[in-house]
DNA sequence: TTGGCTTGATGACTTAGATCAATTATTGAG
DNA sequence: CTCAATAATTGATCTAAGTCATCAAGCCAA
């Protein structure tokens, strides 16, 4: 647990990478001078790696940093009073973590790695400090969490009104458009979750997520192996998850 | 739709109220030092009553404002591709909406009056530059934002995982919590929306709403007569909900 | 390489809640 | 106040998805 780098810092190379990630245009996709993106590093710690299976943080813990994923996979949930987990959001790089934290003063979910993952460590009180000082920082904080409220809400639709078709088929048009925007093909990727986990997250039993997929490939949808997932006829996925599997249904950039 | 008076006022007894405001402990829960509060009720703008059924904003249109519900209760909702109207939330006096806005900078969902409703309009702009000058405002902001994530993942998890009858009480204690909060009675209040609209929310039938309620009654669990509600065993209701109907299931202040 | 363990797929059956239909309350416009 | 329109209740079916059970396929540890 305790990161034995005297200067907190998983690794001296790892250190002032804000301006080489490439992952910055997502994290902070905005024009912060160079000596903005430089303050915005140093208040920055990058952690070890989590293995799969690793929590990033515990349910009811101290909140006191978002994280930004940048390689891997990370879930949220929560335990329900029955003892049942109910996922509430999968992590991918360049997603932030943590943000619900910041009302309670405690983390309300439970932060799981998915598979091998790295995080950035943004201790959050000195991140508001530092939105004081450059106003563009803070309004991009404000979007992402306003962001996050939209796209909860869409997932809400989802529960609320979609059948599990629609519920699958949204489910993997995210992801694609999630890979695409990092730069990844959006037709063809590996799901980092169980079966287990996608029903959980969708309000569905695992065997309809099973039966829903395999129904999709016969009908000429996607091919499936196993984890890996080609989207093989995307105009007639976008059909069937229906207008908005983003946020808006009008595109802003 | 223009507000006749010059300074954009809807009325001049109605400026500098936020001191007066008997919902500012709600609406401002935090510390600010009576000239913020000054300066932050330049801003607001109170607008003319809204009338049942009047749209307070539509889907689409630019985001420039989040708005204060004063009285009443408005209801933000979806028009989904097939035409049907998702409901996202309710909104009671104290509660802010139209955060989901920010990002976008277009609102993502409509917003409705319920019933004769005011709100103070706060111009989002003008919120974000007072709020670099004012660092406790800056951070009920992001707590406000928080808090709202975390209600949507509660929803979310409503949705997801609860069946009709713990829908419905978990809506019913999410409201009389509400009315708590704001001075009212926690086990005796008026439904504002009808039971389609409650349906809607919840993703359910409105016949299924209708049928809960009803056995809620029969068994001695609520009082209903019409839009009136009085929960009358409430310890069963809320072990009917399970733990947390609210945000977290620790409770701090 | 084997054998135990987890994950995924598929079939048979059950069920919670949707849908359809009919009836009774409420509401509100004139 | 009256009557049409709308909302709510209640009952009778129907169905999408859950549950249970079994089997196949990976996957890692020894």
Not at 1 to 25: D, H, P
Not at 85 to 97: A, D, H, K, M, R
């Amino acid at each position: 647990m305790a990161i034995s780098n005297s200067n907190n810092r998983f690794n001296s190379k790892l250190t002032s990478q804000c301006q080489n990630c490439s992952l910055s245009a997502l994290c902070l996709p905005i024009a912060l001078a160079d000596e903005d993106v430089n303050r915005l590093d140093q208040i920055i710690e990058r952690k070890r790696p989590l293995k799969k299976g690793e929590m990033l943080f515990h349910q009811g813990e101290e909140f006191d940093s978002v994280f930004a994923v940048r390689t891997g996979t990370l879930k949220t949930f929560n335990i329900t009073n029955s003892g049942e987990e109910q996922i509430t959001g999968f992590y991918c790089p360049s997603e932030l973590v943590g943000l619900s934290g910041i009302d309670e003063n405690h983390y309300p979910v439970s932060a799981k790695a998915l598979e091998t993952t790295t995080v950035c460590e943004i201790p959050f009180s000195h991140l508001e400090q530092l939105s004081s000082q450059i106003p563009s920082l803070k309004h991009q904080l404000f979007r992402l969490m306003s962001r996050k409220i939209c796209d909860d809400q869409q997932m809400m639709v989802l529960l609320g009104k979609k059948n599990a078709d629609e519920k699958v088929a949204s489910f993997l048009l995210n992801l694609s458009h999630r890979f695409k925007k990092r730069g990844y093909s959006a037709t063809s990727f590996r799901l980092s979750m169980s079966r287990g986990e996608i029903g959980n997250y969708l309000g569905l039993a695992v065997e309809t997520v099973s039966r829903v997929m395999t129904r999709f490939q016969k009908n000429g949808l996607i091919d499936v192996d196993g984890k890996e997932i080609s989207i093989i006829n995307l105009p007639e996925m976008e059909k069937l998850v229906g207008a908005a599997g983003e946020c808006a249904t009008i595109e802003h950039v």
